[in-house]
């Protein structure tokens, strides 16, 4: 059964970091795209960060750049998201993915999602 668990969520001050893992089970990570995805009250899913398997291309979203990185590990199953910076604007349930080799940052590449961990930046 193919499965991810995302942690490292919580209420955070503007200015401060956090770090996100996903703990992917059930398959192996290393021939799929993975990806972070956040979804805010009201609005759609867009993609924060993603590393494409075909070629390492890492992609980040505008606002994202230069605050967060993406990493994964494949012989732990492991996919991270160090957020550095962190902003109200960034509050948000994050979701981590995977997709086919090929995939763009976007969600209806990814096939394989987690149940999402809450981010909040706050003061």
């Known amino acids: 059964q193919l499965q991810f668990v995302e942690s490292g969520g919580g209420l955070v001050q503007p200015g401060g970091s956090l770090r996100l893992s996903c703990a992917a089970s059930g398959f192996t990570l290393d021939y799929y795209s993975i990806g972070w995805f956040r979804q805010a009250p009201g609005k759609e899913r867009e993609g924060v960060s993603c590393i494409r398997s075909s070629d390492s291309s890492t992609y980040y979203v505008d606002s994202v750049k230069g605050r967060f990185t993406i990493s994964r590990d494949n012989a732990k199953n492991m996919v991270y998201l160090q957020m550095n910076s962190l902003k109200p604007e960034d509050s948000a349930v994050y979701y981590c993915?995977?997709?086919?080799?090929?995939?763009?940052?976007?969600?209806?590449?990814?096939?394989?999602w987690g149940q999402g961990t809450q981010v909040t930046v706050s003061s």
């Open positions: 993915a995977a997709g086919g080799v090929k995939a763009m940052c976007v969600k209806e590449d990814f096939d394989y």
